[in-house]
């Protein structure tokens, strides 16, 4: 199993060569090699790699624009290897400054690679709260209107969206749902 | 009846953390220019406050009057979805106004505003459903565009995903994302070659569309290493890319298109307005058909129409009725391509179907045969013309035809005209690659 999947971008075959000589020596995947920026973008596209590391004097596109597509569209993360005269304009995109020892730039790596996975736990568990807290207010709104509609507790309209979700056999936040838009549908209905 | 309210879009930025806004506008050649300001300009935005130089616009103003102002169509406001390295951009589709507050007569959206009403005083609106085709081409070393596609693209077998429809899928959600219904989205028949088709809509609404489809299109594509291209004919030898323009007028809210007693169950309506498309086809190309290469398109072979004809099925002919009838009977009107101005296109191919219903033209017969294999004798004798061979000769014809003209008014005709005579004499001038083939060596 190699430690990670990565995508070399750098206008340079020497650079390219050398740099996956020490990926590969050190265990990491070497997915592909990119030429340019179009070329990266679509080898990241296809392959989505754990990491792509890029020179910045990469031609077809500035490095923080092709670095955010690649980020923001969560195609990989991105460590930048820079020659020295503008790793100031890069902001917060991972970078280190040419020239580095193999040992700095092994490092930088793993660190790149630990923060991309917590960073994903997080994401992943941001998500199911985002999901939970959709479902809550849903579910909220729900009862409301039944409590409206049928002139019934709290409780009771809970206990009651809870039984016709079991036997219809749909989520509670489904269930929710069709109540509110069936609600909105007859408040059209009526100022028509 | 406006979807958002001033108020509705100051939320609306606030809860989405918009940091510029984009105020896009289309030029007489159809290219879409965009001021950017940042969002603390929102509320002068709204007011239509924003001023800008229209001197700097090509085809616009002169020097000595030179100030213009944006006003936004709120209904047009849109966050695009995908991010740019300085957050979340939004945009508003601008009208153009003169400092005195009438609208701009070189604007060609209030050109089109002016062209509906015309037809909005007989009852009719306009609805329209474009079919824009597209090729995505491989984006070299330096990020510009290629011929080459990516389906041939053999040295990228690392991975057999095809490229671009990853990118066109992209391309669909994208638009979805941003309010657009796609109705079909497919590989067309050259290789690279793509269309994607959207839900019709009023004319005014489906031209801004087309701008805003053109600009995601491009955009997404360079997201993935592509470049898009709507040129017409890119490639000797294969289809061209085309943009169908499916039509219809509806009143009170009823397809005048339709008539389930009519023959064919087309109505008389149906029929004379196609008769003035026919009639007015040679004069309006110049808008629907607008660059030197279009005309490389309009070819005899490729599925694209060269004869002034029109049928229910035969794609060899310029008007196509599809057989869906009822609220869908439409006609489609097959020659334009997406390097047109919509907003023009869109005036003159109305004009042109209003001509003929407000003058009762008689339509021809349909034609039914292959009109590419029919001899030249045989089509004089059934009175089926041909669409202008060049970008010349359609400039011709569109200077022979007050009624276009007046569809253009007259600031957006003289403007469109000088430009386009310029176009062709610089092309005019050029010494081709096929010239320096067949003569260098020869004499």
């Known amino acids: 199993m190699p430690k990670a999947t990565v995508i070399i971008a750098d206008g340079k075959d020497n650079s390219r060569r050398a740099l996956k000589d020490l990926l590969t020596r050190f265990g990491y995947l070497v997915q592909a090699e990119a030429r340019n920026a179009p070329d990266l973008l679509r080898k990241a596209r296809t392959m989505l790699p754990d990491l792509v590391i890029m020179d910045s004097n990469l031609e077809g596109g500035s490095t923080q624009e092709i670095a955010g597509i690649l980020e923001s569209d969560e195609l990989s993360n991105v460590l930048v290897l820079v020659d020295g005269s503008h790793s100031r304009q890069l902001g917060d995109i991972a970078h280190i400054d040419k020239p580095f020892t193999e040992e700095t730039l092994l490092s930088v790596i793993e660190i790149c690679l630990l923060y991309q996975t917590r960073f994903n736990s997080i994401k992943q568990e941001v998500g199911k709260l985002r999901e939970s807290l959709n479902t809550r207010k849903g579910v909220e709104k729900a009862k409301g209107i039944l409590m409206k509609k049928l002139g019934i507790d709290e409780p009771e309209a809970y206990r009651s969206m809870q039984k016709e979700s079991m036997n219809r056999g749909i989520s509670m936040k489904d269930l929710a749902r069709a109540i509110i838009v069936a609600n909105e549908n007859e408040i059209i209905d009526k100022e028509r | ?443």
């Open chain 2, 1 to 443: 009846m406006s979807k958002y309210t001033k108020q509705d879009i100051i939320e609306k930025v606030k809860e989405n953390d918009v940091r510029f806004l984009r105020l896009q506008f289309t030029d007489i050649q159809g290219v879409m220019k965009n001021i950017a300001v940042p969002v603390s300009q929102l509320q002068k935005v709204l007011d239509g406050e924003i001023m800008f130089d229209g001197s700097s616009i090509d085809g616009f103003l002169d020097i000595s009057e030179s100030d213009m102002y944006l006003v936004p169509d709120l209904d047009t406001f849109v966050i695009f979805p995908w991010r740019s390295s300085n957050g979340k951009v939004a945009r508003f589709i601008c009208d153009n106004y003169n400092p005195d507050g009438t609208p701009f007569a070189g604007c060609p959206r209030n050109n089109l505003k002016r062209v509906l009403k015309q037809a909005q005083d007989l009852g009719y609106t306009m609805n329209v459903g474009p079919e824009a085709e597209f090729f995505l081409f491989l984006a070299d070393e330096k990020g510009h565009a290629t011929t080459q596609t990516q389906d041939e693209a053999g040295y990228f077998d690392l991975a057999p995903l095809d490229l671009g429809e990853n990118a066109r899928r992209d391309m669909d959600t994208t638009l979805e994302e941003m309010g657009f219904e796609i109705e079909a989205s497919h590989h067309e028949v050259a290789p690279g070659q793509h269309e994607i088709d959207f839900k019709y809509g009023d004319a005014l609404h489906v031209a801004d569309a087309i701008m805003t489809f053109k600009l995601v299109v491009r955009s997404i594509a360079q997201r993935h290493g592509l470049h898009a291209s709507f040129m017409p004919k890119p490639i000797f030898g294969i289809n061209g890319s085309g943009m169908h323009t499916h039509q219809s007028l509806f009143k009170d809210g009823e397809n005048c298109f339709y008539d389930p007693n009519g023959e064919d169950q087309l109505s008389e309506t149906a029929r004379s307005y196609m008769a003035g498309i026919i009639k007015n086809a040679r004069s309006f190309a110049a808008i629907t058909n607008p660059t030197v290469n279009s005309y490389k398109r309009l070819v005899p072979g490729y599925e694209a129409p060269v004869n002034i004809a029109w049928s229910g099925a035969n794609r060899s002919c310029l008007v196509r009725v599809p057989a869906k009838r009822g609220v869908s009977t439409r006609i489609e009107v097959r020659n334009p391509d997406p390097t047109c101005n919509p907003y023009l296109a869109m005036a003159v191919m109305l004009t042109a179907g209003l001509d003929g219903i407000k003058n009762n033209l008689a339509c021809p017969a349909a034609v039914d045969r292959n009109i590419y294999k029919m001899e030249d004798d045989e089509r004089a004798a059934l009175g089926i013309e041909s669409m202008p061979g060049s970008l010349l000769e359609a400039l011709q014809e569109l200077q022979k035809n007050e009624l276009i003209k007046s569809a253009l008014g007259e600031h957006i005709y003289k403007k469109f005209i000088e430009g386009k005579l310029e176009e062709w004499q610089d092309y005019n001038i050029q010494v081709s690659p096929w010239e320096v083939a067949q003569y260098l060596t020869k004499f």
